[in-house]
């Protein structure tokens, strides 16, 4: 088996348009998602984020760390949550991914984690 990331991309412009009806929908189908798929047991870990107004950036590969405020890239849009799942090839990976694109009413990016490294004998 293989974990991926199903990455939910938006832009806040699309988040701010939606009704707070439209809102309690789209939860909704999403809370229906994830019993989706804690019952076909290949969920590993998901989760809703902050707009990118929370976020701040630390580099600490100088002498000593810098921290700025905003998101890394610069960019229209931002992922605005999750899901980890555990499945055994990409193909199954883009099925749940597609559920999770019409639940989320967004654009979802499918990710494999790169395999460990072989520990040291």
């Known amino acids: 088996m293989t974990q991926y990331l199903l990455a939910v991309h938006g832009n806040e412009a699309d988040y701010a348009a939606i009704t707070p009806e439209q809102a309690q929908e789209m939860f909704a189908a ?3 998602f994830n019993q989706r798929l804690q019952a076909d047991n290949v969920w590993v870990f998901a989760g809703g984020l902050e707009g990118v107004g ?3 950036v ?3 590969s100088g002498d000593a760390p810098v921290i700025t405020d905003g998101p890394y890239l610069e960019t229209k ?3 605005g949550g999750f899901w980890i799942i555990d499945v055994p090839d990409a193909a199954t990976a883009l099925q749940y991914a597609t559920e999770g694109s019409r639940a989320c009413q967004g654009k979802v990016e ?4 790169a395999p460990e490294p072989p520990a040291d004998a």
């Open 110 to 113: 499918v990710r494999p984690f």
């Open 54 to 56: 929370s976020a701040s």
């Open 77 to 79: 849009e931002h992922i």
């Open 30 to 32: 999403v809370d229906q």
């Open 58 to 60: 630390v580099d600490a």
